[in-house]
């Protein structure tokens, strides 16, 4: 549970960061569209992209997970183009990172996991 919860905090950095450098408002990250948004996504039994996630993490490869699904994942399909935007707005997405080379690489949700892991500890309000 406090894995979750520091990702999904720092999750929400990255996303703020990001969507601020792109002319937006900080407050809205800590709304519906922001927030509650990535809460019904990393914890609701029916988000797509929390599916893919946990049979990731349970060693299965993407490919076989998408064959058997009927509807998209859309962080799948977004992964490239959030850190083509980071790269544009010069923002730092450590976790968008890992999830692009698990999604793309074929990296396993364990070395993505020991990669945000052996990060230096920054502030929790610097960027990353």
Same mark, same amino acid.
């Given at each position: 549970?406090?894995?979750?919860?520091?990702?999904?905090?720092?999750?929400?950095?990255?996303?703020?960061?990001?969507?601020?450098?792109?002319?937006?408002?900080?407050?809205?990250?800590?709304?519906?569209?922001?927030?509650?948004?990535?809460?019904?996504?990393?914890?609701?039994?029916?988000?797509?992209? !929390?599916? #893919?996630?946990?049979?990731?993490? +349970?060693?299965?490869?993407?490919?076989? %997970?998408? &064959? $058997? *699904?009927?509807? =998209?994942?859309?962080?799948?399909?977004?992964? !490239?183009? #959030?850190?083509?935007?980071?790269? +544009?707005?010069?923002?730092?997405?450590? %976790?968008? &990172? $890992? *999830?692009?080379? =698990?999604?793309?690489?074929?990296?396993?949700?364990?070395?993505?996991?020991?990669?945000?892991?052996?990060?230096?500890?920054?502030?929790?309000?610097?960027?990353?």
């Amino acid at each position: 549970d406090n894995t979750r919860a520091a990702v999904m905090t720092r999750g929400l950095a990255e996303l703020t960061r990001l969507g601020v450098a792109m002319g937006g408002e900080p407050a809205t990250f800590s709304g519906l569209a922001g927030l509650g948004d990535l809460l019904a996504t990393c914890m609701s039994p029916q988000s797509r992209n !929390r599916y #893919v996630g946990e049979q990731l993490g +349970r060693g299965r490869s993407l490919d076989e %997970i998408i &064959e $058997e *699904m009927n509807q =998209v994942a859309e962080g799948v399909k977004t992964a !490239r183009i #959030v850190l083509d935007l980071a790269e +544009r707005y010069d923002v730092a997405m450590p %976790i968008a &990172e $890992e *999830m692009r080379a =698990v999604v793309t690489e074929g990296r396993t949700a364990m070395q993505a996991y020991r990669g945000l892991v052996q990060r230096p500890a920054t502030s929790e309000l610097a960027p990353d």
